[in-house]
């Protein structure tokens, strides 16, 4: 009895030092009970989503664009804020521009 509370106990201690050093935010430690609840949700919510890959895109699409649920999922880093969305997009831009005027150079040594 005592050898399992104490492994408990350690075993807690550890999960608690693990979960420090993630870089999630606190607020998602704890959205669940368990896995198995977590599970339990995942599984109702694939039953309520339509069958055809389209039409369940759509439906995510729409729950994911939300205002609040955004906000939540950038905090996340699972989507993009519009600024950062910019951001990407100028440095793909200028990643290109970069990338052909190297081979703008190269063609020019060559001859």
């Known amino acids: 009895m005592q050898r ?3 492994y408990r106990s350690r075993k807690k201690a ?3 030092v693990i979960e420090t ?3 999630l935010p606190v607020e998602t430690v704890g959205v669940f009970k368990s896995r198995m609840a977590k599970k339990r949700a995942v599984d109702k919510t694939r039953k ?3 069958a055809t890959p389209s ?3 759509e439906v995510v699409e729409k729950l994911v664009l939300s205002p609040q649920r955004r906000k939540s999922l950038e905090k996340r880093g699972l989507v993009k804020s519009p600024r ?3 951001e990407m997009e100028a440095l793909r831009a200028i990643t ?3 990338t052909s005027g190297i081979k703008h150079l190269k063609r020019n040594k060559k001859n």
């Open 14 to 16: 550890a999960e608690i």
């Open 84 to 86: 950062e969305e910019k």
């Open 55 to 57: 039409k369940k895109v």
């Open 48 to 50: 309520a989503l339509p």
């Open 21 to 23: 050093e993630e870089t």
């Open 4 to 6: 399992s509370k104490k």
């Open 96 to 98: 290109s521009d970069l």
